[in-house]
């Protein structure tokens, strides 16, 4: 869906009006006379979020009027968002500043974000002249990777496995000119023995994605994403409640697509590659069981204590290849912890680094583009709770504390110590609508990463 930013004359766009209730008397008295009437009439109190069509004189929409909150400090960035859904059809302006101009363009273009695929939804015939100063090419290309995302984690299982995330990610190198390569059968079980594993009792054959872009004398940075398409938990089944939004399993792998989007989108002067291993959990007489003993592409051999741990697996595999080609930047992401959830909820999502100058660098994006994460610590004493009794490493130890830590512990054994890493551990979903971010399918931490790559790579 193309981010609905107009070429339009601003004088022809009708004006938006951003009130507060410390302005709002300033606001009023600069309003037509018919105007001014109409919103006081109306009792129109510029409360957060209120939207207000005014006539003009020829019956026409004059002025909106939209609400927002007096303390910039605690105000929404994004309640522009709730823009597109509120006004009539039309292009329009912002007649004036709100807190952040170019975060409320960005929030109108993520506002109209539709998921029409299996129900007709009514289309958003609002368009936005974008603000003075604003790179409108720039909100756009992050508007268009976010509807990627949110498009591929809305799809349900039936309509996204595993070809068709393979699918998916091959129109997108084809599109820029990658060059793709997809590991399944016999290779994938020789070269990626956990991918294979916990892909094996699925009737959709496990694989691993693989594309490059880019000059080859440019630095390396790697994406690796989670690409679990529907994960029931294994033989370690999930309850149902639990299992009722795992089609984001694969949200990893989302965010992923949508973040190298951004980056072959701009041409930063990287050697772009995406690994994704992409399979489906599931349940048959030959699933990988609790206790089971694999041996990794790296050589570790890792111990099964839980099926449903299946996301650090498939990402280990994935890690080893990645760390073999000596990246400057490796960047993993996937829908990996309930403790994540349990940490910081749903809209905050945890990252891991070593690296003191990296994780200053993606908290100053995740603010500057709220895109919010929040870095825990790779707490090396917890280290030893993955040792095992038979194998080298546990995937899943028992007990119930710093679960999120553990996991990106675990995929820390597959990434060299000269690696320069950064973890995810995100969630992928809205679980309920927020100004820009509809409930379902969500881009989180793409945006930061893609602004970090920029400055560092553009």
Known sequence: MPAPFSTAPAASATPILFATKTNWETIAAGLPLLAREFAAATGFAAKPGECLA??????????VLFGLEDDAARADPFRAGQLPAKLPKGTYRFANAPHDSRLAALAF?????????????????????????????????????????????????????????AGAAKALADEFGAVWRCVDGDELAREFPLIHAVGL?????????????????????????????????????KPSSA?????????????VLALARMVMDAKLK???????????????????????????????????????????????????????????????????????????????????????????????HARQENDPLWRLPLWQPYDAWLDSK????????????AGSIICALFMQRF????????????????????????????????????????????
């Open 54 to 63: 005014l006539p003009g004189e020829d019956g026409k929409v004059s002025h």
């Open 109 to 165: 273009a993520l506002g109209s974000y539709r998921f029409g695929r299996y129900k007709k939804t009514e289309p958003c015939e609002v368009s936005l002249v974008p603000p003075d100063g604003v790179d409108a090419a720039e909100l756009a290309r992050m508007a268009d990777a976010a509807a990627l995302a949110r498009d591929l984690i809305n799809t349900p299982p039936n309509d996204m496995g595993p070809g068709e995330l």
């Open 201 to 237: 009792a699925s009737t959709r054959a496990p694989r691993l994605i693989d594309f490059s872009w880019g000059d080859a004398a440019h630095p390396k940075v790697t994406l690796v994403g989670k690409g679990v398409c529907f994960d029931t938990g294994g033989l370690d089944l």
């Open 270 to 364: 990287v050697r772009l590659r995406v690994l994704i291993p992409a399979v489906e959990n599931a349940v048959a007489g030959n699933a990988f069981r609790p206790l089971d003993v694999f041996r990794s592409r790296k050589g570790l051999t890792v111990e099964i204590g839980n099926t449903d741990a299946e996301g650090r697996l498939v990402l280990a595999d994935a890690l080893a290849l990645a760390d073999e080609d000596k990246p400057d930047l490796l960047i993993d992401m996937g829908t990996l912890t309930g403790a994540a959830r349990v940490a910081l909820g749903p809209d905050l999502p945890p990252f891991y680094t070593n690296d003191e100058s990296l994780a200053a660098d993606v908290a100053r």
């Open 243 to 255: 299992m009722l939004i795992m089609k984001k399993d694969m949200g990893g792998a989302a965010n």
């Open 415 to 458: 990434v060299s110590a000269q690696t320069r890493w950064l973890h995810a551990d995100i969630y992928g979903w809205t679980p309920s609508a927020k100004p820009a971010r509809p409930e379902g399918g969500e881009c989180q931490g793409a945006r930061a990463f893609y602004k970090l790559l920029s400055e560092r790579y553009g």
């Open 390 to 401: 038979v194998a080298d490493i546990n995937n899943a130890p028992s007990g119930g504390f």
